[in-house]
C-alpha cells in the first residue's frame, strides 16, 4: 500500500461513506465495471499465494447457475482464488446425527470452485464448537477410545469425501484457550469434546487426528488454525512448542494459520511477520484464513470515519504484508463478504464494516490497498521494508 496515498484512500471511500462525507475527488478509483479484466485480488496474486474469501454453500452457493450467477457469486469467482465452507464442512452442518451426513453445502462449494477455477480450503475438522448436539450429548460418557473411533470416521469420510479437492485442511480449530481464560493458554480439555475425552494424552489425540486426515487426502497441506494468533504471544508460543512436538513425533503437520479478526478497539501487533517467520523455519506453511477487521461504530455515527476507513485498510494490508512477505505464507483468506453477510454484527454489537466490500458489492479501500500491495509484491519481499 506504499504507494496508496491517504488522499486517495479517502477518495476512494467516497462512495462508500454517507453523502456529504466527503467531496468526490478526481483521483478516485475507476468504478468496478471499467477496471481491467487483469485488475482483480486472484490475477494480480504472486504466483503460490492463493486470495481466498469465506463463503455459505449451504446459504450463498446452491442452485449456482453459471450462466446466470448472482453477483455475489460473479464477484466471488472474479476476485478469489480459493474458497472456504464459512460453515458447511463444520461438524453441526456435515454430520447432523450419528451416522448421517449432509453433503450438500460442502457440495456446492467444491463444484462452485471446480466450475470457476479455484482452490479449497477445508474448514474443519476438530473444534471445541459448532458439534452437533449428538456429540456434546454423547461426550459426556465417551471413554478415549470411543472418542477416537467417532472422530475417526468424522475426518475419514469428510476428509475422503473431497479427497484431491482440497489444498488445504484446518484439522485442529481454536484447541488452546486464551491467556484470559481460567488456566491461561492451554490446551482446550474441557470444551472440546474430544481433547476432554483424551485429556490424559490430547496431543496423541491431536497427531492422530493429522495422521487419520493425511491417510484420507495425502495431497492436501494439513494446518492448525486460530484466532489471537497473529503475532508472537503466549498462544502463539504455545502453537510454536505444539508443532515442535508434532513434527518430532512425526505427525503430518504442514501449516500455522493465523485467522485474523481484527478490530480497530485493538492496535496492531507488528511481529506477524516475525512470527511467521519462526514457523517457517520449522518447515511449515503459514496462512492468514479468515481476515475480517472490524471497526467501532457508535450509535447515531453514519459509518466508519474517515480516519477508520484508512485504519481498516492499513490493517487488511498489514496483515496481506506480513504473508507476502514470508515465501511460505500459502494463502490470504477474508472471511467472507459484504458486511451483510458478516458474522460480525451478530456476534459484537457495535461492531460493523469488516469486510472488503460494501454491501452493494462495491471494493473498499481495504481492498485497493490489497491490490496494489499485491501488485506491487515479490513473493518472499516485503513490499514495505523491501527484504
Ligand atoms: O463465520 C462463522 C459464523 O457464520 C458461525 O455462526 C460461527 C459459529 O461459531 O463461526 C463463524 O466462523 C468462525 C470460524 O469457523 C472459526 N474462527 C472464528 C470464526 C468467526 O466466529
Redesign the pocket.
Known amino acids: 500500500m506504499r504507494h496508496l496515498t491517504r488522499s486517495l484512500l479517502l477518495a476512494a471511500a467516497g462512495t462508500t461513506l454517507a453523502a456529504g462525507t466527503l467531496a468526490p475527488a478526481a483521483t478516485a478509483a475507476p468504478p468496478d465495471h471499467a477496471r481491467g479484466h487483469q485488475d482483480t485480488l486472484r490475477r494480480q496474486a504472486p504466483k503460490d499465494l492463493q486470495i481466498g474469501s469465506a463463503v455459505w454453500g449451504q446459504r450463498d452457493l446452491l442452485g449456482y447457475d453459471r450462466l446466470d450467477p448472482t453477483e455475489h457469486q460473479r464477484v466471488l469467482a472474479r476476485e478469489f482464488g480459493s474458497i472456504t465452507p464459512?460453515?458447511d464442512m463444520k461438524w453441526a452442518e456435515i454430520h447432523p446425527e450419528p451416522g448421517v451426513y449432509h453433503f450438500s453445502g460442502a457440495d456446492a462449494i467444491v463444484e462452485f470452485a471446480r466450475a470457476n477455477n479455484q482452490e479449497v480450503r477445508g474448514?474443519?475438522l476438530l473444534w471445541h464448537?459448532?458439534n452437533p448436539q449428538w456429540v456434546s450429548d454423547a461426550a459426556a460418557d465417551w471413554t478415549c477410545e470411543e472418542a477416537r473411533d467417532v472422530l475417526e470416521d468424522h475426518v475419514r469420510t469428510v476428509v475422503g469425501r473431497y479427497a484431491g479437492e482440497i489444498y488445504e485442511w484446518d484439522v485442529a480449530?481454536e484447541i488452546f484457550q486464551d491467556d484470559w481464560d481460567e488456566g491461561g493458554v492451554r490446551l482446550r480439555t474441557e470444551a472440546n469434546p474430544f481433547l476432554a475425552a483424551c485429556s490424559e494424552d490430547p496431543v496423541a489425540l491431536i497427531g492422530d487426528t493429522f495422521r487419520w486426515a493425511h491417510e484420507a487426502d495425502p495431497q492436501a497441506r494439513l494446518f492448525l488454525n486460530d484466532?489471537n494468533a497473529e503475532g508472537v504471544n503466549t498462544k502463539t508460543d504455545a502453537y510454536y512448542a505444539l508443532a515442535q512436538e508434532l513434527l518430532a513425533d512425526g505427525v503430518p503437520l504442514h501449516g500455522m494459520g493465523s485467522?485474523g479478526?481484527l478490530s480497530l478497539m485493538y492496535g496492531f501487533d507488528d511481529s506477524m511477520q516475525a512470527n511467521f517467520e519462526r514457523f517457517a523455519a520449522l518447515g511449515l506453511d503459514v496462512a492468514v484464513t479468515?481476515a475480517d477487521v472490524r471497526v467501532p461504530i457508535p450509535e447515531g455515527q453514519d459509518g466508519p470515519t474517515p480516519e477508520q476507513v484508512t485504519l481498516h485498510a492499513e490493517r487488511h494490508d498489514a496483515m496481506l504484508e506480513a504473508c507476502l512477505a514470508v515465501p511460505s505464507c500459502t494463502s490470504f483468506t477474508v472471511?467472507g463478504f459484504p458486511d451483510a453477510s458478516s458474522?460480525v454484527p451478530d456476534?459484537f454489537p457495535g461492531e460493523e464494516w469488516a469486510t472488503i466490500f460494501t454491501d452493494d458489492l462495491d471494493p473498499k479501500p481495504a481492498y485497493h490497498a490489497m491490490l496494489e500491495s499485491l501488485r506491487e509484491a515479490t513473493p518472499g519481499v516485503s513490499p514495505r521494508s523491501g527484504r
Request: proline share 0%.
Open positions: 464459512e460453515n474448514h474443519t464448537s459448532q480449530n484466532y485467522q479478526h479468515e472471511w458474522w456476534v
